[in-house]
């Protein structure tokens, strides 16, 4: 019970103020705790925020784009499975609650890098790294090594990135309304994705 209000508390928190700005102390007497039993719980700022990590992605209900386990035996099949990733990314990116967390990190990063290895090393929100062993696995490509299909993971991903995400942190709408809806914006990534991965198509 105690450990969930210091979550509840160090969540609301860290992200209204940003890691820099939050002690231990606030958090008790936001938690309505005594330090000693804040650090019972935590041993440290760093592990706690690790934690209200994840306490975040479920209070905000924030669903992480997932891949199927089966790997596609055809061009149809994987363009679904494709498609269905890349609708889930677009929901993720546009999510008010995600685009608050990466405000968050952008404001941090430069006095505490360690930060972005906080969140983005868990494997569990990798999404990039998904699509790379996605991509990898699939038989309809040939890849020199895992790093290749890494790097064309990373085009497509920061394709999605450059109309959801970033055109919202910086407050570029006009960006953001060039595509009429979800959709649009799926199919115009799709499509680059293809161009993107023909040089690596088996003959």
Known sequence: MKKTQILNAATNLFMRYGFGMVTMDK????????????YAHFAGKEVLF??????????????????PVTIAQ???????????FLREVYNYYTNPAVIKLYRLLIGEVNQFPEIFDWVFGKQSIQTTSRLSDFLFAVRLFSFESADSAYLIACKIMDMLRGVTLWPQL???????????????VVADILNGAKILLQQHRLT
Do not use: C, M, R, W
């Open 27 to 38: 958090v008790a007497q936001e938690a309505k705790v005594s330090k000693a039993t804040v």
């Open 170 to 184: 910086v407050n570029n709408y006009h960006k953001y309304d060039l595509y009429p809806n979800g959709d649009a």
């Open 74 to 84: 055809n061009e149809a099949e994987f363009l679904k499975q494709l498609t269905d």
């Open 50 to 67: 690790a934690a209200i990590l994840e306490n975040y992605f479920e209070q905000s209900a924030i669903s992480v784009p997932q891949l």
